[in-house]
Nanobody, 122 residues
Framework: QVQLVESGGGLVQAGGSLRLSCAAS????????VGWFRQAPGKERHIVAT????????YYADSVKGRFTISRDNAKNTVYLQMNSLKPEDTAVYYC???????????????WGQGTQVTVSS
């Protein structure tokens, strides 16, 4: 079992940057594909980015390509989401998840974090 804790959210002006972190417990973190998802008020949760176990493969939603970067440090059991050139439409609760890779870029049977709020003001 994996427990995930997100951090790094907050309020930022449009054009600014934030870096989200997802810290995981458990010695087997490197065995999981990890993704970031987001859910805006009144909308469904959508995938933002996914990273493979060894960080050799990544996936980005079209809406964040060229602005967001996902990375992981398996030695630290942590995954990051660097968000640059933020837009008001990026406002959402951001969730980290870890799961299997058979449904790439989505995750199979994922564990979820509690989420962190990101608010981008115009």
């Amino acid at each position: 079992q994996v427990q995930l804790v997100e951090s790094g959210g907050g309020l930022v002006q449009a054009g600014g940057s934030l870096r989200l972190s997802c810290a995981a417990s458990g010695r087997t973190f490197s065995q999981y594909v990890v993704g970031w998802f987001r859910q805006a008020p009144g909308k469904e949760r959508h995938i933002v980015a996914t990273i493979s176990r060894s960080a050799g493969n990544t996936y980005y939603a079209d809406s964040v390509k060229g602005r967001f970067t996902i990375s992981r440090d398996n030695a630290k059991n942590t995954v990051y989401l660097q968000m640059n050139s933020l837009k008001p439409e990026d406002t959402a609760v951001y969730y980290c998840a870890a799961g299997g890779g058979s449904t790439w870029p989505n995750l199979w049977n994922p564990y979820w974090g509690q989420g962190t709020q990101v608010t981008v003001s115009s």
